[in-house]
Structure formats: structure tokens, C-alpha cells
């Protein structure tokens, strides 16, 4: 179920984000999913880089917890650009487990709050990219636009409707959005996985994991809440502390505890 549950994050909502924001700040920002990124080592280096140079390019990377978009970004200062390609990247996330929704949430906290550091005005517009705070802000958006006078002309005149005209826009807007919203992202996934076959067939509306994608819509802005709210990450075991630098640094779990027992005295 976890895996399902990050199949519509990743391949709906971050594409979605990440190729507008790629497309409107070209040039300028560069977004890219970290887990499945290709690129030669000479890649990052200055055109007259030694071969020594070339062998230890990565390690000045090592000290950020998002190495991805570093090497992004320094890929980008040198004119060359990327792209999300539609071939099929298979991870092995905690081989021999299945992912639960839970260490799906818990390793996504760890990519929010990353970017928090990295790259706080994308963090702070991201929910707006996301099915209910769209929704909301579209919805009262409309509600001032229109205003009850035009509302109670659509509305007041058909036959066999008892309800007020707020709320047959309220239910007509709704039903018109997460249509629209479901429908734009299933052909984002139907684009980015052309390459991959199920059965012989494209994955459409049959292979679609609807129940996964309605919960995904649903925890979005509560766990995107939660996790901007916090500066520590869990990594392989270790609990690091970010820092406003992109650096990380490792925390003594022991301090940790002593602070909070200190604070709720």
C-alpha cells in the first residue's frame, strides 16, 4: 500500500510541481527526483578539470542531505540542463519489507523538510500545488468573483432543486475540480510511463490506484504541515540536524531527550 501511496506522489503530484517549476524558471532552478538521477562525474566538474578532479567531483557534496540538487544546480551553472525521462526506475527500499503508508510519510518528512533548508519558497507554495488548498482557494475565489447575485440566477430557476445556490455551486465546483485534478493526473502518469508496459497494455484507468491517490489528496496538507515544523531528519538510524546552509550535522539523541524533559518541567 505504501508503495502505491508514493507512486501517486511521485510520478502525480512531483512531477506536476517539478515540470512547472522547471518550465517557468528555466535556467534559473532546477528540480529533479533525487532517486533517479544519471550523470557523468565530469558532468560537475569545470571543462578544464583535471582527472583527479574528476574522481573526488562527489565528495564535496557529501556534507548536504540534498546532494541531488546540488549536483543539479551545479550541473546547471555550467549551461547543461536535465529531464525526467519516461523510463522505469525500480527501488529497493527496505528489501525483503513492504512499505507501510507510515514509512512512506516518514521518509517524504525527511524530503519536505530537506527542501524547507534548500529551498523555503518552493516549500511554502508546494501545498498550493496540492488537490484541497487548490480547491479551497478556488472555491472562495469564485464565491467573491460571482457573488450571490449571479449565483441565485444559475441556480434559482431549475426545477426540482430545494438547495440554496451556494451550496449547488459549492457541490457542482467540487465535483468539477477533483475531476479535473484525477483527470490531469492520470495522464501525467499515462506520460511518464509510456515506456512501461503491464500485461502488454499502457497503465490507464483500470491499472490507476484510485484509493491510494484519494488518501495521498487527503494527508497531503496535514503531513505537509507537520513536517515543515521540525529541523530534524531520520537517516539510516541516525537523527541529523539541518541547517539553513543545506549542511547536516549529527544529533546526540541523549541531549535531545534531556531538552525535552527540561521543557515540559
Not at 447575485?149 to 455551486?169: H, N, R
Request: aromatic fraction near 14%; hydrophobic fraction near 45%.
Amino acid at each position: 500500500m505504501g508503495a502505491l501511496f508514493e507512486w501517486c506522489i511521485i510520478n502525480c503530484s512531483h512531477a506536476k510541481l517539478y515540470t512547472v517549476i522547471n518550465y517557468l524558471a528555466e535556467g534559473y532552478a532546477s528540480c529533479v527526483v533525487g532517486k533517479s538521477n544519471m550523470f557523468r562525474r565530469s558532468d560537475i566538474c569545470a571543462p578544464d578539470a583535471t582527472q583527479q578532479e574528476i574522481k573526488t567531483g562527489l565528495a564535496k557534496f557529501g556534507k548536504y542531505m540534498n546532494e541531488d540538487n546540488r549536483i543539479a544546480e551545479e550541473i546547471l551553472k555550467l549551461g547543461k540542463v536535465h529531464a525526467i525521462s519516461t523510463d522505469l526506475a525500480i527501488q529497493t527500499h527496505d528489501s525483503g519489507k513492504t512499505m507501510s503508508i507510515r514509512d512512506c510519510l516518514d521518509r517524504h518528512t525527511r524530503w519536505k523538510r530537506t527542501r524547507k533548508f534548500a529551498v523555503p519558497l518552493v516549500t511554502l507554495i508546494e501545498p498550493f500545488f496540492e488537490l484541497v488548498l487548490n480547491g479551497v482557494c478556488g472555491y472562495y475565489g469564485f464565491l467573491w468573483l460571482l457573488g450571490p447575485k449571479v449565483l441565485s440566477e444559475w441556480f434559482s430557476g431549475i426545477q426540482g432543486v430545494d438547495y440554496s445556490p451556494v451550496v449547488c455551486f459549492t457541490w457542482l465546483f467540487w465535483i468539477f475540480h477533483v475531476g479535473c485534478w484525477l483527470c490531469s493526473d492520470i495522464y501525467i502518469a499515462r506520460c511518464l510511463d509510456a515506456d512501461f508496459r503491464l500485461d502488454g497494455c499502457l497503465p490507464g484507468l483500470r491499472e490507476f490506484p484510485f484509493f491510494s491517490w484519494i488518501l495521498r489528496e487527503l494527508f497531503a496538507l496535514p503531513h505537509h504541515l507537520f513536517a515543515i515544523f521540525g529541523n530534524t531528519v531520520n537517516w539510516r538510524g541516525k537523527l541529523l540536524k539541518l541547517r539553513w546552509d543545506g549542511t547536516i550535522a549529527p544529533v546526540d539523541e541523549s541531549i535531545l531527550m534531556t531538552q525535552e524533559i527540561v521543557e515540559k518541567r
